[in-house]
Nanobody, 127 residues
Framework: QVQLEESGGGLVQPGKSLRLSCTVS????????IGWFRQAPGKEREGISC???????YYEDSVKGRFTISRDNVKNTVFLQMDALKPDDPAVYYC?????????????????????WGKGTLVTVSS
């Protein structure tokens, strides 16, 4: 069966960096679109980045230029490099075998008949 597990969350100071990992079993990340989502306290879950199976990359406006999504097909892992973290970035971060995010004036979506989610990893930004 397909399983996803996020790791790398923790406490970080504003302006610093953190890298999240999403390890996947049961499917090849190189053949699927993988998305990162987050849910902050008092807010709805939102898509923030997508790595498509066609090579396209998308970012939500609030993280564009600061976050970078990538994958290692050998390790079957998707990463989210988060730089210049802000006090409003704290949230539970999830990876999933789907994408859904706003970028500019458009909404990008990718999904399959069966989609899977990790359980999330908590990121806290505080001085």
């Amino acid at each position: 069966q397909v399983q996803l597990e996020e790791s790398g969350g923790g406490l970080v100071q504003p302006g610093k960096s953190l890298r999240l990992s999403c390890t996947v079993s049961g499917l090849e990340v190189g053949n699927r679109a993988i998305g990162w989502f987050r849910q902050a306290p008092g807010k709805e879950r939102e898509g923030i980045s997508c790595l498509g199976d066609n090579g396209d990359i998308y970012y939500e406006d609030s993280v564009k230029g600061r976050f970078t999504i990538s994958r290692d097909n050998v390790k079957n892992t998707v990463f989210l490099q988060m730089d210049a973290l802000k006090p409003d970035d704290p949230a539970v971060y999830y990876c999933a075998t789907k994408c859904g995010l706003y970028h500019g004036s458009s909404y990008y979506s990718r999904y399959y008949g069966m989609n899977y989610w990790g359980k999330g990893t908590l990121v806290t930004v505080s001085s």
